[in-house]
């Protein structure tokens, strides 16, 4: 079953977007999950984790301060809130699995979700 990223899409500088993840057909209450993006002709950029029961997060210096990664275990669902939007933040955007205290992703990830800023 693969990850599913949504909420991209197209917003103005300063602007602000709130991501999802989900699993049908897959818990991801027992997993630490995390945020990454990727711009073509670009490695990929960890963005966030955050542990499975949400107690725990941590950030790439480059969106400190403004993304807030959060989950809703009821929900089985993921979320990044994305807020203070900058040009340099366009990229598709995948969640997936990750090991605690890496910023690479566990296993593969599925679907993501392109976000556009515009200057």
């Known amino acids: 079953v693969q990850l599913q990223a949504s909420g991209g899409g197209l917003v103005q500088a300063g602007g602000s977007l709130r991501l999802s993840c989900t699993a049908p057909?897959?818990?991801?209450?027992?997993?630490?999950m995390g945020w990454f993006r990727q711009d073509p002709g670009k490695e990929r950029e960890f963005v966030a984790a955050?542990?499975?029961?949400?107690?725990?997060?941590y950030y790439a210096d480059s969106v400190k301060d403004r993304f807030t990664i959060a989950r809703d275990n009821a929900k089985n669902t993921v979320y990044l809130q994305m807020n203070s939007l900058k040009p340099e933040d366009t990229a598709v955007y995948h969640c997936a699995n990750i090991l605690w205290g890496q910023r690479d992703p566990f296993g593969s990830w599925g679907q993501g979700t392109p976000v556009t800023v515009s200057s």
């Open positions: 955050i542990n499975w029961n949400g107690a725990m997060t």
């Open positions: 057909g897959r818990t991801l209450s027992a997993s630490n």
